[in-house]
């Protein structure tokens, strides 16, 4: 059983910086991709970014140059470093990960963790 952790939110002023980690533990399985979201109460969820197994990234038109995901010291730890925070940002981030048993897919998430960009 994958479970993720999230850790790295907090209170930010506008312009700042923060950096999210997200750990999964337990097998992955060989295609999967892990990803990062966010949300705001009231709203849909948003995918911000995306990291897959041959490590092809993709990020959300709102955070395009200014966030960056990458790997962390294993395969199975991903980190988002956001630069150049907005209000706009704030909200809760959640790790997710995709990944596929015989073609099925299927979705585990984090708790999430709370990030808030304000003066």
């Known amino acids: 059983q994958v479970q993720l952790v999230e850790s790295g939110g907090g209170l930010v002023q506008p312009g700042g910086s923060l950096r999210l980690t997200c750990v999964a533990s337990?097998?992955?399985?060989?295609?999967?991709?892990m990803a990062w979201y966010r949300q705001v109460p009231g709203k849909e969820r948003e995918r911000v970014a995306h990291?897959?197994?041959?490590?092809?990234?993709i990020y959300g038109a709102a955070v395009k140059g200014r966030f960056t995901i990458s790997r962390g010291s294993t395969r199975n730890t991903i980190v988002l470093q956001m630069d150049n925070l907005k209000p706009e940002d704030t909200a809760n981030y959640l790790c997710?990960?995709?990944?596929?048993?015989?073609?099925?897919?299927?979705?585990?998430w984090g708790q999430g963790t709370q990030v808030t960009v304000s003066s």
């Open positions: 997710n990960v995709r990944q596929w048993h015989d073609d099925v897919p299927s979705d585990i």
């Open positions: 337990g097998t992955i399985t060989a295609r999967n991709y």
């Open positions: 990291i897959s197994s041959a490590d092809t990234k």
